[in-house]
Each structure stands twice: as C-alpha cells, then as structure tokens.
C-alpha cells in the first residue's frame, strides 16, 4: 500500500510482516472449563476503542489456556472478524492481569525495531483512513480480514527515537482524553447522588421531618404528591406525510426516539415545515417535557428529555407541558430519579414492538416541593449538569485534534525536534 506520498528524510518503507508477529488467533479453552488452582486467566472475545473492558470478559482455566494465546502487557488486539463498522478494532494491553483472547481477535506483537506505543497509534490511525474496512471481506452481517492483509500493509517507519518521540505526544494527547473521561464519570456519580440526595431529602437545612410514599419512597414531610397524569397537558404527536418533499424542508425541529439521547433537546435530525406541522404533527412550546412512549429503545432504557426550543414531535413521543406551579427542569429531574420504576412500565405490543400504557405513566407519582425549592433543586442539579457540558465539549474538541496531530506526525509532515533522540 502506497497512500503515504514521499517518504520523510530518514524514514523507510517496510511491510508490517517484517516488522511485527502474528500470533495464533482462535481459543482451544473450553468455554466452561472449571478454574484450576493458581492465577485465573480472563478470557476476551471483543474490545472497545484503544481499551481492553475487563467488565466485559469471561475466565477460563489456567490449565486448559495454550501458551501461545496468553496476551502480553504491550501486546496489541486487533479485531479482525466483526461488523464492517468494528473491523480493525485495536486495544493495547497495559497491564499484567492474565489474559487469553478469542477467535475473533488477532494478537499482534511487534519487533524490538517498532516502539510498541508507536505501532499502536499507527493501527488507530490506519484505523480512521479505512485501511482495514476497504480491505475486509464483507458478508451480511460480519467482515473479516485476513493475515496476509495485516503483513502486506506497507508504511514509513522512522526511527526509533522519533518513534518514541511521536508516540509520548500522541499519548499525552490520549491521557488528557482519558482524563476528561474520568471527570465526566466522576461528575455524573456526583450528580446522581446529588440526584437522589435531594428528591429525597429535600434541600439541606430546608427540612426537619420526612415521610414515606408507597411508590415514591422518603420525600419531605411538606412535600405534596400529584399524579404525573395530572401534572400539565399532554399531547400526542405524528408524523407528516413523506410524500410531501415541502412538509421536510422547513426549520421547525421534529423530535423521534432518536434524538433523545441527552437531557436537553435544542437540535433534531430531521426538520419540517410549519404546514407539515399543522397536516400530520403537533407543535408545543420550549420547556416542555418529551417521554418515548413507543419503540424497541424501551427494551433497555427509558429516555426523557426537555426540549429548549419550540418543536415538533412524532407518534412515539408523548409531550408533557407542566402546569402552573411546576417547573419543567424539576419535573425532568424527578422522573430521572424514578427511573429505576419508569424501566419496568414498557411491554411487548401484540406486534413485539415495546410501548408504554399511558395510564401506568400517568399513575407515576411525582413528588412537589414548593417552586422556589424547585427552583433551588433544578439549579444546583443544572450547574452539574453545565460542568458536565463544558467538559464533554473539551473532551470532543480534543478527538479531532488528536486525529489532525497524528495525521501530521505518522506522515512526517512535522517533524519533532532531534533534541527527543535521547
């Protein structure tokens, strides 16, 4: 493969066969082997991104484990048989905890002439370009890619030093990303604590007595409880004709299943016009509250969100808009906080498809504080949630950064200085 251009001053062409070990792919150990005596060997079928997730492996048997299959610290896992969208998955193993690795997966060691940091960024990278996905024989639903592909991909390799060199900027790069990970999970700890703290007990020092609701749980003593059903209008939605190319070409956003992934909806992937609203949808006001009603993403969640703009929705969604007394933010963070019962409501239709009865909807109870204490709660919880924003965003912006260095880097278009030879 020739995609690189001129190769850098000092650099040279290699195939990857000469400078990396394939080793066996496949497992011998049965799949319900009994543990042996000693150190447990964990056993990995698949990988996320750059990452080996531990909470995803099975263990096997030390003694039926073939030596050959055991993973190294600095041996890289590549994905070599998945979807077309996962091929080329590779992992980097850092650590010492035993570990064999499954059919699905190519081991790859490379020689004490490439920097094993360097030959892993080099993966990802090749990854981005669709090296691996070009190369793929692709069947319905699985890809794969052979051996001879990995050993015949040819790349400029500089040297060692400048290996090095490229590998610790590119891995400072990729901590501060793991870095802005581990905030955003600690943060999101925090506001589900901060969460359940306050929908329980109410605002600090705000309170002296508490009582218990069967079906909500601990709330403050003057803490009133409305049925969700009784908590403002709720309206049902649809969908415009498709026919109409005019009724998909307007500004007004159109809320699916599909865009409720965050909180807070400001964005949809699809617009209308407002005939196409007034001839197959319905248009309700920012601050109102989105509840999927309909869908098989209720087999596994239950997404909830609140809209920031004037929108449109469909016939999966039900829009709650609060009446007077109840602020949307509250109301969102209550039902947040009964997620755990709202997961149970969804139930298979005669069609198999998974909705929600609106009268067990409407029967959740909601506790309600006065506004100023929702006011107060939704605040606090907002704050959180903003923390989370500007670091999810930093987190983002450092993905295309990352992709732009290497780029530069592993072409040679920007040499680092020869000060990093040592």
Request: aromatic share 6%; hydrophobic share 40%.
């Amino acid at each position: 493969m020739r995609e690189l251009g001129r190769v850098p001053a000092g650099w040279r062409l290699v195939r990857l066969g000469k400078v990396l070990e394939i080793c066996r792919n496949g497992l011998v150990c049965p799949q319900d082997a009994e543990p042996s005596k000693g150190i447990p060997v964990s056993r990995i079928e698949t990988i996320s991104d750059g990452t080996i997730d531990w909470r995803r492996i099975g263990h096997a048997s030390p003694e039926h484990a073939d030596p050959s299959y055991l993973v190294l610290q600095g041996d890289i896992l590549l994905s070599h048989i998945n979807s077309v969208r996962h091929i080329g998955k590779v992992a980097r193993k850092q650590d010492e905890r035993p570990l064999i690795h499954g059919m699905n997966l190519m081991l790859l060691r490379f020689s004490s002439h490439v920097d094993a940091s360097f030959g892993f960024a080099l993966l990802e990278w090749y990854r981005t370009k669709q090296y691996f996905e070009r190369r793929a024989k692709k069947a319905v639903n699985q890809a794969s890619i052979n051996q001879a592909d990995i050993r015949d991909f040819e790349f400029a390799l500089p040297p060692l030093y400048e290996q090095r060199a490229i590998a610790a900027v590119l891995d400072a790069v990729g901590d501060a990303i793991e870095r802005a990970e581990a905030v955003i999970s600690a943060t999101e700890r925090l506001r589900d604590a901060l969460l359940h703290e306050l929908l329980t007990r109410g605002v600090p020092g705000w309170h002296t007595q508490w009582r218990e609701v069967p079906g909500l749980g601990t709330i403050p003593a003057d803490w009133q409880v409305v049925r969700l059903g009784d908590a403002g209008c709720w309206l049902s939605g649809g969908t415009p004709s498709k026919a109409r190319a005019d009724f998909w070409s307007g500004a007004l956003p159109w809320v699916s299943p599909k865009d409720m992934k965050a909180r807070e909806l400001c964005h949809t992937q699809n617009r209308i016009s407002l005939e196409g609203a007034r001839a197959g949808s319905r248009i309700v006001p920012e601050g109102t509250i989105f509840v999927v009603v309909r869908g098989m993403i209720l087999a596994h969640s239950f997404p909830l969100a609140v809209s920031r703009v004037a929108a449109a929705f469909n016939q999966d969604i039900r829009a709650l808009i609060c009446r007077d007394g109840l602020l949307p933010d509250f109301v969102l963070a209550a039902l947040e906080q009964q997620k755990p019962r709202l997961l149970h409501l969804p139930s298979p239709s005669t069609h198999g498809t998974m909705r929600v009865v609106s009268e067990e909807l409407f029967a959740t109870k909601l506790p309600v504080p006065s506004p100023r204490e929702q006011g107060v709660i939704a605040a606090v919880l907002g704050q959180v949630d903003d923390a989370i924003a500007r670091t999810r965003e930093n987190r983002i912006g450092l993905e295309p950064f990352k992709a732009s260095a290497a780029e530069s880097l592993l072409t040679g278009r920007i040499r680092l200085p020869h000060l990093l030879r040592a």
